[in-house]
Nanobody, 124 residues
Framework: QVHLVESGGGLVQAGDSLRLSCAAS????????MGWFRQAPGKEREFVSA????????IYTDSVKGRFTISRDNAKNTVYLQMNSLKPEDTAVYYC?????????????????WGQGTQVTVSS
């Protein structure tokens, strides 16, 4: 099992940027998939972005394309989510998740490892 710890959330204004980090401890080989999900108050958790640890196959939900970038630092065993041009509708608790072979990247059902979540609040 892989232990995941997020950091980097906070309160920002619309148009600002934040970078979330997800530090992984445990066995994360090149095929391990890392995903970011978010959950706004009163809503279901939704997919944001995902990538394989080796760095290929990055994908994003449509609402964040062109604004968010997922990346990783192998030396630090950390995955990042750079969030630019933030909007109030991006307000949510953001979770990183991982799995060796999720059936689909887009559903939280198929990720076995989860971080504790970090709050992102974007004011208008």
């Amino acid at each position: 099992q892989v232990h995941l710890v997020e950091s980097g959330g906070g309160l920002v204004q619309a148009g600002d940027s934040l970078r979330l980090s997800c530090a992984a401890s445990g066995r994360t080989d090149s095929s391990y998939v890392m995903g970011w999900f978010r959950q706004a108050p009163g809503k279901e958790r939704e997919f944001v972005s995902a990538m394989r640890w080796r760095g290929d196959s990055t994908i994003y939900t449509d609402s964040v394309k062109g604004r968010f970038t997922i990346s990783r630092d192998n030396a630090k065993n950390t995955v990042y989510l750079q969030m630019n041009s933030l909007k109030p509708e991006d307000t949510a608790v953001y979770y990183c998740a991982g799995d060796r072979d999720p059936y689909t990247y887009y559903s939280d059902t198929y990720y076995s490892d989860w971080g504790q979540g970090t709050q992102v609040t974007v004011s208008s």
